[in-house]
Structure formats: C-alpha cells, structure tokens
C-alpha cells in the first residue's frame, strides 16, 4: 500500500491569497460598478528593463544558431554570471566571495525551500513572526515541526520570535538554543530593516551556538538607508555561520523569468552526530547536481544584463519608482492618522489596524469603504494580528487614488 508524507497533513491550508481573491471576486459581483485597486499581492508591474530585453534577445539569437547553441549548462550557474555576482553584490561591498561559493537557481522561493534538506531533521528551527511564509512550511512537510496548535495559531516545536512595533521590529535572540534561523531583510511583511549592531548579534548568537542562519534578502536592492547591511557577509564572521538567499525578482522585475542564488561560503561547516565537521558548500552542490539542472541560458543572459552599466541604471529607475510609491503610501496614511511602519528599505507598507479591528475585520473594512485590497498581517504568522500589509508595486496613479480614498474613510 502505498503510504503519504503525512507531514504534509499537518499543514494549514494556505488560505490567504485564495480567500482575498474570493472576497474580492464577491465585492465585485454584487459591485460591478466599483473600482478596485489592489495593493495586496507582492508581485512587480514594471515591465522587464531593455537592457535585460536586449540581452535575451541575443541570447535567443545564439540559440538558433548551430555554432552559439547551448545545451544544458552547469548546475551551479555559467561563470559569466557568477562572476558579475561576485564582482557587482559583494567585493564591491568589500565582501570576499568566490565564484564556487554562488549557486544560481530560478528563485529564492525554491532555495530557501529547498536548502532544509541538507540539514538534520532534528534540528530546531526558528523564524521571526510575521514572515514569509515558505521557510515554516517547507519545515512543516519535511518533519521538522510538531503539530498545529489552533489556539495559539503555532507549530509545536518551532521557536516563534515576535517582531511587533512593541519591539520596534527587532527580534530578540532566543532563549532556548535553536539551530536554523531564518531571518529575512528589508523583512516581508513588515518592510523594517536590522542594523550592522543589530544583525552582528545574530552572527554571534550562530557562532556560540554552532547555529545556522539562514540569511533572505530579497529585497537588498530596495535599501536606501545607511547603516542597514545589504548583505550579511558584511558582518565579521557570518561567513561561518550564514547561507545568503538573494533574487532578481524584485531587484529587476524577473518574478516570471525565474532568476536567483544562494550563497554557501566555504567556511560553513554543520556536524554529524558524532560531531565530526562537514562542508555545506560541498553538500549544497551535491544536492544541486543531483536534482537541478540549470537556470536557462537566455534568463543568465538575461540576469548578467543587471550588471552593465545601463542596466544598473535602468533598474534603479524602477526600484526608484516602487520607493516613491512607497513613500505616498507611508507619508499618506501618516496624515491619516495611521501608526505605519516599514516603506523607507523595502516595497511593503506595515501599518497597524485602528482599535477594534482584526486584520480581516479591517480588510474588509477597506474593501467596503474605499475598494482598496491589501493582505491581513495575520496571515504571515501570529504576530501579524492587528497588522495589515500594503504593497508599493501598484501603478502611480492607482497608489495615489487609493491613498487619497483611504484619507477618505473614517475609522
Ligand atoms: N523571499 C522573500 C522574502 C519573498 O518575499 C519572495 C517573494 O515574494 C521570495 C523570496 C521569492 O523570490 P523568487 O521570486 O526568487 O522565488
């Protein structure tokens, strides 16, 4: 008889975005007059940059052409585009990175996923709360976690480390020794950042506790202030104890071309039972020669098109717009008398809900009131209760109406 993976079992289901667009699928039934302005979904709308068009032109060219064709090429990723990596992401910064140290892929949904599997089933993990909801899960289907606790709205077995404005944002080291730690910033959902002192502890934390940190930062390229680390190999010592997950998806409109790497430092080292030291690079490439076969040579093309000079400049532009989107959203509901958090590091608004509404109660509420769709905070974790999250990858002229109708509404 064949038997299931009955962790899977043990997941919620990821009723989010599936109940947001059946509730806005019925508003717009029984409203068909109304227009809605969706600022809930964390995708892009800028379309991709010419520089990055033209080199996957070329490089479609070359395909169709006996003498330039490509066939399957290294599962770690081509040279041309690690070595932009290693040059333009981190010895630009001052990090020393080597090119067999970066492991391109087709996103960091699927690595941050997918890097638990080199791990120990019996490790502890520990995810800041509320985040992106990939690291828990993937932990839930690989057995790392007890079961769901409906009342508390947690997994048993799993640390949960609050960041709320009670905190400022900042996450506290865990009292209990824990061994993965995801952290991720500028942070989904909340857009709040960790400075150089504030991340330096988590490095100290992971080296005290031979702990890994898994490190997410999706939304580097969206830093604008000083003090915030971009990568987290500008910590001393992270090289021993952190994997870098980084994507240009948001960096550079690619979230349906599929581009992405993983940082593994050769430093990093995790244990047998018996204690004996193994490398993580040497087991991450295993992993990867074994069940990936590349990212297409047209989207490297594509990525390694992100580095030339007009194409820095291209997606600056459009990093550029989301920020001033962000900062109308941010500076709007400020005025509208809403505590907002986030916006100055990162694509996403966290703002808190007036008194007396849940997050969906006030979902609804602005769906109702002022047609605006944002997503429930309480669907990146427990914590996320009483928050709600708003995106700047709307149109201009859609942010802009959709604030003005938001001061428009009295809570
Ligand atoms: N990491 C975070 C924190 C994200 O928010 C997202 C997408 O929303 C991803 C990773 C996914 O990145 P990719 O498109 O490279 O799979």
Redesign the pocket.
């Known amino acids: 008889m064949i038997t299931i993976n009955e962790n899977y079992l043990k997941l919620q289901d990821s009723y989010l975005f599936s109940t947001i667009a059946k509730k806005v699928a019925e508003f717009t039934k029984n409203n068909p007059d109304k227009k809605i302005i969706k600022l809930g979904i ?2 892009v709308t800028r379309p991709i940059i010419p520089a990055v068009c033209d080199a996957m032109h070329k490089a479609i060219d070359e395909m169709s052409d006996i003498k330039t064709f490509r066939g399957y090429g290294p599962e770690q990723g081509y040279d041309f585009l690690r070595e932009k990596i290693v040059e333009f992401d981190y010895k630009k910064r001052g990090i020393d990175i080597s090119i067999d140290e970066i492991f391109v ?8 996923g997918n890097i638990g599997e080199i791990f120990g089933i019996d490790n502890i993990i520990a995810i800041t709360d509320p ?2 909801p ?1 690291y828990l899960d993937t932990n839930i289907m690989a057995g790392r976690t007890g079961t769901y606790d409906k009342e508390k709205d947690q997994y048993e077995g799993v640390v949960y480390i609050p960041a709320t404005c009670e905190n400022g944002f900042v996450p506290e080291l865990p009292t209990k020794k824990v061994d993965m730690i995801y952290l ?1 910033f500028p ?3 909340t857009g709040t950042v960790l400075t150089k002192d504030q991340l330096a502890k988590w490095v100290e934390y992971a080296k005290e506790n031979k702990s890994i940190i898994l490190f ?1 930062s ?2 580097e390229a969206f830093i604008t202030e000083q003090d915030v680390p971009h990568s987290i190999y500008e910590i001393e010592g992270a090289k021993e104890v952190a994997i870098e ?1 980084r ?4 960096t550079a409109g ?2 349906g071309v ?3 790497y993983t940082v593994v430092p050769k430093e990093l080292k995790a244990y047998t039972e018996k204690g004996e030291e193994v490398s993580l690079n040497k087991l991450w490439n295993r992993r990867q020669c074994t069940k990936f076969n590349g990212v297409p040579y047209i989207t490297q093309r594509a990525a390694e098109a992100v580095y030339t000079e007009l194409g820095q400049e291209q997606i600056k532009e459009n990093i550029n717009y989301y920020l001033e989107n962000a900062k109308i959203i941010l500076e709007g509901l400020k005025e509208a008398g809403y505590e907002v958090f986030g916006g100055k590091n990162a694509p996403y608004i966290w703002l808190k809900v007036p008194k007396g509404y849940t997050s969906w109660e006030f979902f609804d509420y602005l769906l109702e009131k002022a047609n605006v769709v944002g997503t429930p905070g309480v669907g990146f974790g427990p914590s996320g209760e009483g928050y709600f999250r708003l995106t700047a990858f709307g149109s201009r002229e859609n942010t802009i109406e959709a604030i003005e109708r938001i001061k428009g509404i009295t809570v």
């Open positions: 964390g995708d892929s087709d996103g960091a949904k699927c690595d941050t985040v992106y990939v991720c942070n989904n959902p997410d999706a939304y997950f994507s240009f998806s948001k690619f979230t599929r581009c992405a």
